[in-house]
């Protein structure tokens, strides 16, 4: 049974996901972000006692390609960063984090060569103190990526959960399915590791 990249997203534990467009993103925030970006995706997550509120911003540079024929004229397509917000007591809204390597690029799922940016269609899913950062295509080659992280109360940091890879490869059977999902690549955290999100690298990095 063929299973869609958007089976793979709800059976992953993150289903009740909210986004915020960056029009939905407070002043505070929009006033701290880095010059030369603007918000690619964004979200929110609110959770324990006494609450926390924290957002998730996803960074795309103003000058990324917006072509195939860009991407062809460039080395490498820009990198799209990660910053972590917290609403604090005070109201203020503060970054506690950032990481260039977890949101894919525009070019990394081959877009010079089909069009394809693994972003497109995706999200940041959030539940409670867990986050996960999707990507993935359906062009050419078909595949999903999802990388998820988890607060961790004692240093009051977000951390490496797990990364999923799924794949699909075309079906040899003339009667079956175009498409036949190969085994799933998941790499989850050792036992006590505590990998910040800042720190974290896929290992294709």
Known sequence: MLMTPQAISLAILLVGASAASAG???????????????????????????????????????????????VLSRAAAPARPLLIYKL????????????????????????????????????????????????GISCGAHWTDYVTFRFDPRSERYVFDNERFQSWSPGRDPGGDALVADPPKITRAGKGSLKTFEAWRSPGQ
Do not use: M, W
Request: hydrophobic share 35%.
């Open 24 to 70: 939905e993103l407070p002043d505070g925030i929009l006033r701290q972000l880095p010059h030369g970006y603007s918000v690619l995706l964004s979200a929110t997550s609110s959770f324990g006692q006494p609450q926390r509120r924290f957002y998730f911003v996803a960074l795309a540079a103003r000058d990324e390609p917006k072509s195939t024929h860009e």
């Open 88 to 135: 604090g007591s005070d109201g203020r809204y503060v970054l506690k984090a950032r990481n260039d390597h977890v949101v894919l690029s525009a070019d990394a799922g081959g877009l010079a060569g089909n069009g394809c940016d693994p972003l497109e269609g995706h999200r940041i899913a959030t539940k409670g103190p867990y986050f996960t950062v999707e990507g």
